[in-house]
Nanobody, 122 residues
């Protein structure tokens, strides 16, 4: 069992930056790939970014590549999403997710957090 708790979401102006954090807990959490999804109002949840258990492999959605960076600190059991050059269309609830291997994280994660709201004003 892996528990995920997100933090860092808030209101930010377009063009600004924000860093989300997700604390993972559970006996084997450091062996899981971790990632982020988002869901905007009226839209389906979509994949944003993922990172392998050792940080060697990352994956990004085309819509965020070059603007967002995912990283993890296994000593702190935490995954981060650094979001730069934010746009109003990035407004969504951001969910942390876990699965293994990384391909599972990008499609059908096994574990989910509760989500954190990110709002980008124009």
């Amino acid at each position: 069992q892996v528990q995920l708790v997100e933090s860092g979401g808030r209101l930010v102006q377009a063009g600004g930056s924000l860093r989300l954090s997700c604390a993972a807990s559970g006996r084997t959490s450091s062996t899981y790939g971790l990632g982020w999804f988002r869901q905007a109002p009226g839209k389906e949840r979509e994949f944003v970014a993922a990172i392998s258990w050792n940080g060697d492999t990352t994956r990004y959605a085309d819509s965020v590549r070059g603007r967002f960076t995912i990283s993890r600190d296994n000593a702190k059991n935490t995954v981060y999403l650094q979001m730069n050059s934010l746009k109003p269309e990035d407004t969504a609830v951001y969910y942390c997710a876990a699965g293994r291997p990384i391909v599972v994280v990008t499609t059908t994660p096994r574990y989910w957090g509760q989500g954190t709201q990110v709002t980008v004003s124009s």
